[in-house]
């Protein structure tokens, strides 16, 4: 068996797409006589998505000789967009079955995930570990394309994806696909198939709105789902195909930590107490702080997030939740959150039993009386708050979803979801 990472062909600018060379690559392999076994589409620690869009590296496992896909590699790599001096594509090839890949190799897998690793790095692994390089550019696409071959020995939860590819002549200009089809084909196959479309804005979230190659991607737990999905689209013509199979919507990348622990570029679920009310600021990002343990940590959901926002705000001081999400300059953005324990009462000024009217302080420690009914209560009374957040997740709408964050659909979650669809 032959097992193929490949990495950062992707250009900003000018649209290529590294799903697409690994589409491209699993099509010549069939050509040439190799049986394509599955190709992964690894998404990495979304803490460097800037770099590179959706920071996406791919793997093909595959019976062709290793000799033979590295030529085909090699070829397809011509096809990156090494003009752009962002686009750093890298390539790994070994003679190795999925399951016989090496632990240093897995064990990089979860940290490209999960923290920033260098080019060095797995320059010095892959010669390790007997994995051909091929590297164009400064070669950082090492990175990803060592984490993708590591990839299938080091995490067990995946998803797919369906990705459909537009005609070349057509790349770069508005792309022809009826929403409304979109939209009957998501409900009819939720939730074994969601992120398709964003139904409180409206927005079919399959469709990227980038120059690259693909037309739309669907994305679920059943391939045949997301294939079904994909057949019930009305669109311009689909040039090619690949159902990827994928660590997207699996929350890999979080790692439980308590407040104290968090760290910049990388993302985490944390517990703690709401240490202050939610305050609005300026371009509609709404803040909260968490408390535990003596440390604070501030969290964020901002305007893209949209609905999720008025679920932040409806949190009070003393709620017990736990917050995901990456953190960044010191704020945790947060892409869920579970309510653990909610304040139901507050301490409020008590009223008079006689006349029903509020009481007054009676002297510092002295609790509260009535002047008129000379009534008196020890201290303030108690009363009910009614709250609009119930126990239990919530999560960001389909359409500030990350590739890599968990969507509630899924289910598998240690409390009750409330799932934005
Ligand atoms: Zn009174």
Redesign the pocket.
Same mark, same amino acid.
């Given at each position: 068996m032959t097992l193929v990472g490949i990495d950062d062909t992707d250009s900003r600018e000018r649209g290529m797409c590294t799903t697409y060379a690994a589409s491209r690559l699993a099509g010549a392999i069939r050509d040439a006589g190799g049986c394509v076994e599955r190709v992964l589409l690894v998404r990495l620690n979304p803490a460097v998505e800037h770099k590179t869009r959706g920071n996406a590296a791919l793997a093909v496992h595959t019976d062709l000789a290793a000799d033979r896909a590295r030529r085909l590699v090699e070829e397809v790599l011509e096809m990156a967009e090494t003009d752009d001096p962002h686009t750093n594509p890298g390539a790994v090839v070994a003679d190795c079955a999925p399951g016989a890949i090496p632990d240093a190799v897995a064990d990089f897998a979860v940290d490209a995930v999960r923290t920033i690793q260098d080019p060095a790095a797995a320059k010095t692994l892959a010669d390790a570990v007997g994995f051909a390089r091929i590297e164009r550019g400064n070669g950082r696409g090492l990175v990803g394309a060592l984490a993708a071959a590591g990839a299938w020995e080091a995490f067990d939860d995946w998803t797919y994806e369906h990705i459909a590819y537009r005609e070349r002549e057509r790349w770069g200009t508005e792309r022809d696909v009826d929403t409304e089809s979109v939209f009957a084909a998501a409900d009819a196959h939720y939730p074994a198939v969601w992120d398709t479309v964003d139904r409180a804005s409206g927005y079919p979230v399959c469709v990227p709105r980038t120059p690259c190659p693909v037309l739309y991607g669907i994305r679920g737990d059943d391939p045949d789902a997301c294939r079904q999905v994909a057949e019930s689209i009305e669109s311009e013509p689909v040039a090619e195909s690949t159902t990827f199979v994928t660590n997207q919507g699996t929350d890999v990348h979080l790692q439980d930590a308590a407040l104290g622990e968090v760290a910049d570029a990388r993302a985490f679920r944390v517990t703690g107490e709401v240490a202050a009310e939610p305050e609005t600021r300026e371009g509609g990002h709404v803040f909260v702080d968490l408390a535990a343990d003596g440390t604070r940590l501030a969290c964020a959901a901002f305007e893209p997030t949209k609905g999720f926002r008025d679920r932040v705000r409806a949190l009070r001081v003393g709620d017990r939740i736990t917050a995901c999400g990456e953190v960044g300059d010191g704020t945790l953005k947060l892409e869920k959150f579970a309510v653990r324990e909610l304040v139901t009462t507050e301490r409020v000024t008590p009223t @008079?039993?006689? @006349?029903?009217?509020s009481?007054s302080s009676a002297g510092r420690d002295q609790g509260y009386r009535?002047r008129?009914?000379s009534?008196h209560a020890d201290g303030k009374a108690a009363r009910t708050l009614a709250r609009d957040l119930e126990r239990g997740w919530y999560e960001v709408p389909p359409v500030a979803r990350r590739h890599i964050a968990k969507p509630l659909a899924r289910g598998g979650f240690d409390a009750p979801t409330h799932p934005e669809r």
């Open positions: @008079c039993p006689e @006349c029903g009217r009481m009535c008129d009914c009534t």
